[in-house]
C-alpha cells in the first residue's frame, strides 16, 4: 500500500548496476516514490544541481567521481538531504568514513529490500522531525560555541566551520536530554533509527568529532561527558 506521506518524496537514485538500479526504481515507485536514477558519479553530481531532491540512494563503487566524493559534494550544497549509502564493502572503516563524510545510514550489498525501504521511510521522517526542531529552536549556544541547526554552521571561539546533518542530530539529541545519560544503544535507536551494521564504535567516532570541534580541550570535556560503562551526559555551562 502506497504511503500517502511519500507520494511527494523525490529520491535520487545513484547506482551503476543496471539490475539493481531497475528493481530498486522499480520498487521505490511502487511505494509512491519519484525517482529519478544516475548511472554513474558525474551524473549524479548533474542530476542533484538540477532538480529538488529528498533524499539519496548512493552506492560507493561508481566511475567517475565514487560515492565518498559525491557524498561531499552534495554535503557541500545541501547539508540536511539524507543519503543512504549502498556498497558491497563490509570493513568498518569504510561505514565509519561514510558516515563521517555526511552519509545518513550505511547498508551492505546484499540487503533484504523491505529492510531498504523501511531504512528509507525512517530517514525521510528524521528530516521532518530534524526540520521542525531546527525551525523551533534554530540556533543553540553554550560556552564560547554556537550551532545553527538550519544552516549546519557552527562557531566555537573564533572558529568557524560546518558539520554533518548527522552530527547536528547526535547533538541535538544530546542537547535535547541535556542532565541525562544518553546510552549508546539510544542514540543508534532514536538518531540512526537502529542499525545492525551501525556498531557502538561509529557513535564514539562521531562523540570524539564533536568534542574537537566544541570542547575547548577535548580530552577534558566539559560539555559532552563519557559515563563509565553508561554513555554520555550532555551538560551546558551557560546557555542563551
Known amino acids: 500500500m502506497t504511503d500517502s506521506n511519500s507520494k511527494n518524496d523525490r529520491i535520487l537514485l545513484v547506482e551503476d ?7 530498486l526504481e522499480f520498487n521505490l515507485v511502487e511505494e509512491g516514490y ?4 544516475a548511472k554513474d558519479g558525474r551524473e549524479a553530481i548533474s542530476f542533484f544541481n538540477k ?6 540512494i ?11 566524493e559525491v557524498a561531499e559534494k552534495i554535503r557541500e550544497q545541501a547539508p540536511q538531504t539524507p543519503i543512504l549509502m549502498l556498497t558491497a564493502r563490509t570493513g568498518v572503516d569504510d561505514r565509519v568514513k561514510g558516515l563521517v563524510l555526511g552519509a545518513d545510514d550505511y547498508m551492505t550489498k546484499p540487503f ?17 522531525w530534524y526540520q521542525t ?3 523551533d529552536e534554530p540556533k543553540f549556544v553554550f560556552g564560547e560555541n554556537e550551532i545553527n541547526f538550519n544552516t549546519l554552521k557552527c562557531q566555537a571561539g573564533r572558529k568557524n566551520f560546518t558539520i554533518t546533518t548527522l552530527e547536528a542530530m547526535v547533538l541535538r539529541y544530546l542537547i535535547n536530554h ?36 566544541f570542547e575547548p580541550e577535548p580530552s577534558k570535556p566539559q560539555y559532552i561527558k ?3 560503562g553508561k554513555g554520555y551526559l550532555f551538560e551546558a555551562n551557560s546557555v542563551n
Do not use: C
Open 34 to 37: 519519484m525517482v529519478e536514477w
Open 58 to 68: 548512493l552506492d560507493i563503487m561508481l566511475p567517475f567521481f565514487n560515492g565518498f
Open 17 to 23: 548496476e543496471e539490475s539493481m538500479a531497475l528493481g
Open 133 to 135: 526542531v531546527s525551525n
Open 51 to 56: 532538480g529538488q531532491h529528498d533524499l539519496v
Open 226 to 228: 563519557s559515563v563509565r
Open 112 to 128: 533484504h529490500l523491505p529492510e531498504l525501504l523501511a531504512r528509507v521511510k525512517g530517514m525521510l521522517k528524521r528530516k521532518t
Open 178 to 213: 541535556a542532565g541525562q545519560i544518553v546510552s549508546r544503544k539510544e542514540l543508534l535507536e532514536n538518531v540512526w533509527n537502529i542499525s545492525s551494521e551501525v556498531e557502538t564504535r561509529t557513535v564514539d567516532n562521531f562523540i570524539m568529532h564533536l568534542r574537537k570541534y
